[in-house]
């Protein structure tokens, strides 16, 4: 499979509208798959380009802190 056709895939599968989508319609839901993609590529490559946001990632023994239970 080709970078064209990986591509192609990728917004054919997206341009099935959410239902929250579906209820308001799209007038053309490939373009609108081919910009939603685009954008979530271009954050993906510089997750500094949206600072609102930039999601962390950690893992859970990185965020909580093992409280020991009393004896």
Known sequence: MTDEQSDQDRVESRAHLLPE??????DDP???????LADSDIREEDQNV???????????????VAVEPPD
Do not use: C, F, H
């Not at 989508?21 to 799209?26: D, I």
């Not at 490939?30 to 939603?36: F, G, H, L, S, Y």
């Open 21 to 26: 989508e579906a209820a308001v319609g799209s």
């Open 50 to 64: 949206a600072p609102d946001t930039v999601l962390e990632r950690r893992t859970s023994d990185q965020t909580v």
């Open 30 to 36: 490939e373009a609108q798959a081919e910009a939603i």
